[in-house]
């Protein structure tokens, strides 16, 4: 019954202590981030992968590790797949999804997660999904 009760809460009010993470402040502090990253990719003042790392979805700063490794290795293809998502917010891609548009896929074996992660991403679209509804539009 008290796993019932968690997982109802989660669903219906994660958003409210979500909803600052992915505001227009986050977002483009991140992306001055990220280029601010890929300007000093080799110059004098180096920047380390330990003093890179913050979290804003992710639990132990790997949303900082990720954005710091994908600034300094370039960005081809903007995608991810994630295993053991649990419901795609407390998670290391969720950032991406939500802060940089990216498309992608989150997989978890626990049905209760998948239910809530599809009800938050129906309720609460992505950039990508946000772009491709005004470019169908046209």
């Given at each position: ?14 958003i409210?202590w ?13 992306r001055q981030?990220?280029?601010?990253y ?11 992968l ?20 994908l ?7 903007e ?5 053991g ?15 940089f ?5 989150f ?5 209760r ?11 609460y679209?992505t950039?990508s ?8 539009a046209?």
């Amino acid at each position: 019954m008290i796993a019932y009760l968690k997982h109802i809460i989660k669903k219906y009010f994660q958003i409210y202590w979500l909803r600052n993470r992915f505001s227009p402040d986050v977002q483009i502090s991140q992306r001055q981030l990220f280029h601010f990253y890929q300007l000093h990719t080799g110059a004098k003042d180096k920047i380390t992968l330990a003093s890179a790392g913050y979290s804003v979805f992710s639990q132990f700063e790997e949303d900082g590790l990720i954005l710091f490794i994908l600034a300094v290795i370039g960005m081809k293809h903007e995608r991810f797949i994630e295993i053991g998502s649990d419901d795609g917010l407390n998670s290391n891609c969720a950032n991406l999804a939500l802060n940089f548009g990216w498309p992608g896929l989150f997989i978890d074996g626990n049905h209760r997660s998948i239910s809530r992660g599809q009800y938050f991403y129906k309720r609460y679209p992505t950039l990508s999904e946000i772009n491709l509804y005004f470019m169908q539009a046209r």
